[in-house]
């Protein structure tokens, strides 16, 4: 296969389809020049996983083969753009529900195939980082981002846009994993995290004291296990004992522990590390309070503060096209011999 006397330089218009499959949402994006957007589309599988409580891995590869074909037609539909204008496809190959990922990928890597383009295998959660560009390209570097998902708690220092230093992750759960775990063991329902910030609104914060975690002052580390046991065993407590629980306190309560330990890292690292933005990126950073809490602190410093629309923080594939143009600028092509990997990290 050679695709390489057609590669384009950055003055010329690059179109990608870019497909992300790794957990419950089937998302196909046409970018040109990867920050502009010319169709998000998202297919959401979240009916079919809710009365089970999370994402059932077999019913998510069964429906992302059902909707991969359809979601990439009206993609190209959306953006006017027919096939033999693409100039590559990208798609996640990791981390994620392997299903999943092997649909995308496999839907992506005939495309390339019969396209005679490249194909660009990006990582989910660079992804996620790249979202924060599509709104704001002119983000000013060097820049802190604190990435938070479901499956995911990294804070990453980036010099510029190739490479980037990770000064802390998590230990246990995930900040989205911590919510949707709450959420599911309060009866709150599927996602967690949209479904307790819809209870927090209702809820004092301050009714219950939940632990933040204290870790080791000089490490950027976070940890959720120990403050998910202690809203378990309160919730326990409470039920022995007769008491009415309040749910609308909880929640409020938990979601206030969660921001807390997430801004008291962030807030120490934009302390030490010289940098002009702090951003957020990942579903967590959908929740409204993080936001508020985050923007406020932020702004204290005289940093500037971001974080990108509510459509572009949980999973979407403009993100992976927006992460895939620069991949395609440096030339990182994946071989079709490329496979999915579930455990991927950054
Ligand atoms: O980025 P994402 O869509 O998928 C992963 O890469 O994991 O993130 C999903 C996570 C879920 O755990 C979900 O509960 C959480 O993001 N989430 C939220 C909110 N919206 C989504 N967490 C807190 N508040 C929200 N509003
Ligand atoms: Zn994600």
């Known amino acids: 296969m050679d695709f390489k006397k057609r590669l384009k330089t950055a003055e010329n218009d690059i179109y990608i389809l870019a497909i992300e499959s790794s957990c419950d949402e089937t998302a196909v994006s046409v970018n040109k020049n990867g920050l502009e957007v010319l169709s998000n589309v998202v297919s959401s ?9 999370g994402v059932v891995p077999e019913i998510a590869s069964r429906k992302h083969l059902e909707l991969i074909l359809p979601v990439i037609d009206e993609a190209l539909n959306k953006a006017g753009i027919d096939f033999k204008d693409l100039d590559a496809v990208a798609a996640t190959y990791g981390p994620g529900l392997v299903g999943g990922l092997l649909v995308g990928l496999t839907a992506a890597k005939t495309i390339s195939l019969m396209l005679t383009i490249p194909l660009i295998a990006v990582n989910h959660i660079a992804g996620h980082i790249y979202a924060n560009f599509i709104d704001n390209p002119d983000i000013k570097k060097p820049l802190l981002c604190l990435t938070i998902s479901g499956g995911h708690t990294d804070l990453l220092y980036f010099e510029d846009l ?3 230093n990770i000064l802390g992750r998590t230990r246990d759960d995930a900040a989205g994993e911590a919510f949707d775990k709450i959420a599911r063991f309060m009866g709150l329902g599927y996602p967690g995290g949209p479904a307790i910030e819809k209870e927090a609104k209702k809820g004092d914060p301050d009714a219950v004291d939940f ?25 326990n407590n409470q039920e022995q004992r007769g008491e009415k629980i309040n749910k609308a306190d909880i929640a409020a309560s938990f979601q206030e522990a969660v921001v807390d330990s997430l801004i008291s ?17 990942g579903g967590v950073a959908a929740n409204s309070r993080l936001r508020q809490a985050a923007a406020d602190e932020v702004k ?3 940093l500037d503060f971001y974080y990108p629309s509510l459509n572009l923080c949980t999973d979407n594939a403009a993100m992976i096209g927006a992460a895939a143009y620069y991949q395609y600028l440096d030339r990182d ?4 011999s490329i496979s999915a990997e579930p455990s991927l990290r950054l």
């Open 45 to 53: 599988q979240v009916e079919f996983h809710k009365k089970f409580g």
């Open 162 to 164: 190739k490479g980037y």
């Open 211 to 235: 632990p933040r975690a204290i870790m080791d002052e000089n490490s950027y580390d976070f940890s959720f296990s120990g403050l998910k046991t202690a809203v378990m065993n309160y919730i």
């Open 265 to 281: 890292k962030l807030i120490k690292a934009a302390e030490e590390y010289d940098v002009k933005s702090v951003v957020l990126s």
């Open 300 to 302: 204290k410093m005289n």
């Open 333 to 336: 092509f994946a071989p079709l």
